[in-house]
C-alpha cells in the first residue's frame, strides 16, 4: 500500500508541474503588445511584432524609402520562407544611440542551444533607423529580420577621416 501512495503522490506532482507549465506558457503569450512608434525603440518592438505575428503590412510601413526597395510580396515572401529561423529567437531591446536623423537601437538575440542542458547564446546586434518627414523609420535590421538584399549603401553618410600618424 505504502508504494501505491508513493506512486499516486509523484503522479500528483508530475501532473501539477504539467499544468504549471501550461499556465506559465499562456500567460506569457500575452505578454507582447504594440507601443508609441514615436521612437526608434518603439519602431523596431513594433516592427519585430508584426513580422511576429505576421503583420506583414505594418511591418512594411516601417521601412524607410530605399533602394533597393522590395515590394510588398517580396517582403511577405521573404518572412515566410524565414519562418523557422526567426521562431527560435527571443529579442531583448536595449539603448538608442541619436545622431541627429538618424538612431541605432542596440539589441540582444537570444538563441536557445538545441542540446537539452545547454545554454542559450546571446549577441548584440544593432537595428538603423532615419528620421523620413518627422517619423522614424528602419533602413536596416540584423539577419533574419532583414534580407540581405535590401542592404543599401547609406549616401548621406559622411566618409570616415583616414588615420594618419602624428607629425614630429
Known amino acids: 500500500m505504502k508504494s501505491d501512495r508513493f506512486l499516486t503522490s509523484i503522479l500528483i506532482g508530475i501532473a501539477a508541474l504539467a499544468v ?26 513594433n516592427y519585430l511584432l508584426a513580422v511576429n505575428q505576421d503583420n506583414f503590412d505594418l511591418a512594411y510601413q516601417s521601412l524607410a524609402q530605399m533602394s533597393p526597395m522590395p515590394t510588398l510580396a517580396q517582403f511577405q515572401q ?8 526567426i521562431a527560435n529567437i527571443s529579442i531583448q531591446i536595449g539603448e538608442t544611440g541619436l ?40 533602413t536596416q535590421m540584423p539577419y533574419p529580420y532583414w534580407d540581405f538584399n535590401w542592404i543599401q549603401a547609406n549616401p548621406t553618410a559622411k566618409p570616415a577621416r583616414p588615420l594618419t600618424p602624428p607629425t614630429p
Open 20 to 45: 504549471l507549465a501550461v499556465v506559465f506558457f499562456f500567460a506569457r503569450q500575452g505578454g507582447q503588445a504594440y507601443t508609441s512608434d514615436t521612437s526608434p525603440q518603439g519602431v523596431v518592438q
Open 78 to 85: 521573404y518572412f515566410l520562407n524565414s519562418r523557422q529561423s
Open 99 to 138: 545622431a541627429g536623423d538618424q538612431a541605432s537601437v542596440m539589441m540582444v538575440f537570444i538563441q536557445p542551444d538545441s542540446s537539452p542542458f545547454g545554454t542559450a547564446s546571446h549577441f548584440q546586434q544593432t537595428a538603423s533607423l532615419v528620421r523620413e518627414n518627422g517619423t522614424w523609420k528602419i
